[in-house]
Antibody
């Protein structure tokens, strides 16, 4: 299993960013996926999840209405569209493969850093 | 959402000793509890799922127990490679929630 995140960087408050996660080594469409973030020096926070076919999504209250998770199973790629970014969104964002929809994560990417600052 | 509380925040243990980490849920999560290990600069790694089942490749010195609201991760004889931060996560209710972590450091 390989999960390779990209798209992180420095963005101003109120700005937008789209993260991508290229997956390989497994049948991507068979697995639910999630994004989990970690603010500098802090613990883990689950952000968003999506079912294997993409028909079901769930977002944490902290990002609801601002972030959108999606996937393109033809490209084996997971996305996170982040709008109206705030300072508290600064974190490493991990792409995560879930055992099943609504279950634990059994594989993680190495993460991509998002910094929201003026 | 379900609040997960881990204790202690930091555990100082000598190599070869036993470490016992606790995780408490604000309401029952049945056995839908996972443990992860995270080393500095690395992504988390799954250790335990279903409260007590070791993930693939995890050494037998790691064991999990508990159900409902009280859970324990035990490392029977700490090795140098085990000094890290450990997180519990419930996946019984949406959204999945993590505890704040326990840092296991060298005494």
């Amino acid at each position: 299993v390989q999960l390779l995140e990209s798209g992180g960087g420095l963005v101003q408050p109120g700005g937008s960013l789209r993260l991508s996660c290229a997956a390989s080594g497994f049948t991507f469409s068979n697995y639910a996926m999630s994004w989990v973030r970690q603010a500098p020096g802090k613990g883990l926070e689950w952000v968003s999840g999506i079912s294997g076919a993409g028909g079901s999504t769930y977002h944490a209250d902290s990002v609801k209405g601002r972030f959108t998770i999606s996937r393109d199973n033809s490209k084996n790629t997971l996305y996170l569209q982040m709008n109206s970014l705030r300072g508290e969104d600064t974190a490493i964002y991990y792409c995560a493969k879930d055992y099943l929809w609504g279950y634990y994560t059994d594989d993680w990417g190495q993460g991509t850093l998002v910094t929201v600052s003026s | 959402e379900i609040v997960m509380t881990q204790s202690p925040a930091t555990l100082s243990v000598s190599p070869g000793e036993r470490a016992t980490l606790s995780c408490r849920a604000s309401q029952s999560v049945s056995s839908n509890l996972a443990w992860y290990q995270q080393k500095p600069g690395q992504a988390p790694r799954l250790l335990i799922f279903g409260a007590s089942t070791r993930a693939t490749g995890i050494p037998a010195r790691f064991s999990g127990s508990g159900s409902g609201t009280e859970f324990t991760l035990t490392i029977s004889s700490l090795q140098a490679d085990d000094f890290a931060v450990y997180y519990c996560q419930q996946y019984n209710n949406w959204p999945p929630t993590f505890g704040g972590g326990t840092k296991v450091e060298i005494k």
